[in-house]
């Protein structure tokens, strides 16, 4: 019988071993100075396929021993090379509408304005790029009075901001997320 995931956390913390957390979706960085082996990514697509899987089913799907499994998902974590996180979907919570927003700044500095954007829940990206526009962000709208609502009352208050450039997406046909940013700033 399988143990319940808050009942399977709070055993293998009482035994110091790191379980990978219970969420949907791995996502991987090149690693800047860290190596990986078969075995590591054997277990990044074991748990980006099932990301339920128990320490002890990965050790016997591989025919290793659970604290080897356990010490490769610690390291590959510590190191950077695989993060466990959730992701929304977000037609499900309402989002009819992704635009993305070319942002273009004078007058302060882009870093501040960035951060300011990152600020508001529907934006779900901040980039910023080398020449213009300065900025780029990825937007989510219920609907095209909430979308414009968010361009104009939201983004658009944000000082240092003088134009705003948009592009609504009619579908996306690729949305690849097994590559995300995995450093915290």
């Known amino acids: ?29 090149a690693p800047a100075q860290t190596s990986i082996d078969s075995l590591d990514l054997k277990i990044i697509d074991a748990l980006r396929a099932e990301c339920q899987l128990s320490n002890k089913e990965l050790a016997l799907r591989f025919r290793v021993a659970e604290s080897t499994i356990a010490g490769r998902i610690r390291t590959m974590r510590e190191k950077g090379v695989m993060k466990v996180v959730a992701q929304r979907d ?34 779900t990206s901040v980039s910023l790029l080398l020449g213009s526009p300065a900025i780029i962000v990825q937007v989510n709208g219920r609907d095209r009075k909430h979308l414009l609502q968010v361009l104009e009352e939201e983004i658009g208050r944000v000082r240092g901001i003088t134009t705003i450039e948009t592009t609504l997406a009619l579908e996306i046909v690729k949305f690849d997320s097994d590559y995300g940013e995995l450093f915290s700033q």
Do not use: W
């Open 1 to 29: 019988m399988r143990e319940a995931p808050a009942e399977l956390d709070a055993r293998m913390k009482r035994k110091n071993l790191n379980a990978p957390t219970r969420t949907p979706e791995i996502a991987l960085a």
């Open 90 to 123: 977000v037609r499900s919570l309402g989002y009819e509408f992704f635009c993305l927003a070319d942002i273009h700044v004078a007058g302060r500095s882009v870093k501040l304005v960035a951060a300011d954007l990152a600020k508001i829940e529907e934006i």
